[in-house]
């Protein structure tokens, strides 16, 4: 049974990394598309106008409007095209934001590109209805923020609201690149150790260095699946030697972090339709940035 969202559908998704003076031609289609940038800087051209690329910046390209993009560096962006339901056409017509908007919670888009994946190895009728909602979520999301005068009064994203909320996750979220031991997360809330312990069990169900280290690895494969940093600069980002790494990974994901880059870059730049009969009649080519 065909499941999609009545309002918004993902039609393509793709993680494309480009490198150094390259971009994509000046071009328009007839559905919607969303670039999130991760990590890259550069120019998009959209209506005549140019504006600059930077990074966790989102830029929305509206059905039939001429449009061109080109960095200045190697970049790694999330490419997202969608269609919409009159209702929300009109309001994305309305909305102002071809010169981008920042987007700080990427965590979000890489987790549809992971759903989205696992298409390509096992169909599943209800995984493209989940990337349909969950980007509408996100598409939602900043158009709020776009029509909202008083950003003092929105909500902040977050991945997990039952969690984000604990003071002492929060803490190790920041000190993910430090040394921490249990005495000194202790005497920072100026807890007896041991309480802290009870603290982290009631509500977390696991030990505060448990959690730390879950964290971290957590983080590390974010690291691994989408930046360019080396594997040992993701260790010393997260606090660890690589041979630790290495060992956690292999712990907790069965794979060695270059596993785990190597079996995301195989993603990278692959077409993943969610929408059958959707088909992309003529890419813009690639070229160098001279020629945009």
Not at 23 to 50: M, P, R, S, W
Not at 61 to 74: M, R, T
Not at 202 to 215: A, D, F, V
Not at 225 to 251: M, N
Request: glycine share 6%; hydrophobic share 35%; net charge negative.
């Amino acid at each position: 049974m065909k499941l999609r969202d009545r309002q918004l559908e993902v039609l393509w998704i793709a993680r494309i990394d480009y490198s150094r003076n390259s971009g994509i031609k000046e071009h328009a289609h007839d559905f919607y598309q969303l670039l999130l940038i991760i990590e890259g800087e550069g120019t998009v051209k959209c209506n005549g106008q140019l504006y600059p690329i930077s990074s966790k910046h989102c830029y929305l390209f509206k059905k039939g409007v001429q449009h061109s993009f080109s960095f200045i560096n190697d970049s790694i962006t999330i490419d997202i095209k969608f269609s919409l339901s009159e209702e929300l056409e009109e309001t994305i017509m309305k909305s102002e934001w071809d010169g981008g908007v920042q987007f700080d919670n990427v965590s979000l888009f890489k987790e549809l590109v992971q759903l989205s994946s696992l298409n390509l190895k096992e169909a599943n009728d209800l995984v493209p209805f989940r990337v349909d909602v969950g980007f509408k979520g996100i598409l939602l999301k900043i158009l709020q923020d776009k029509l909202t005068e008083n950003k003092s009064n929105q909500v902040p994203v977050t991945i997990s609201e039952s969690n984000e909320g604990f003071p002492m996750v929060q803490y190790l979220k920041q000190n993910l690149s430090s040394t921490i031991n249990l005495k000194e997360m202790a005497d920072h809330f100026g807890f007896h150790p041991h309480y802290l312990i009870e603290l982290f069990k009631k509500n977390l169900g696991t030990t505060p260095m448990q959690y730390l280290q879950t964290l971290r690895i957590e983080k590390a494969k974010e690291y691994l699946e989408f930046s360019s940093h080396s594997i040992s600069e993701i260790a010393d980002l997260i606090g660890l030697t690589p041979q630790y790494l290495s060992r956690l990974c292999v712990e907790r994901y069965g794979k060695s972090p270059s596993k785990i880059r190597e079996q995301m870059r195989t993603v990278v730049g692959k077409d993943i339709i969610l929408e059958q009969d959707f088909m992309i009649t003529s890419q813009p080519v690639i070229t160098t940035t001279e020629n945009i």
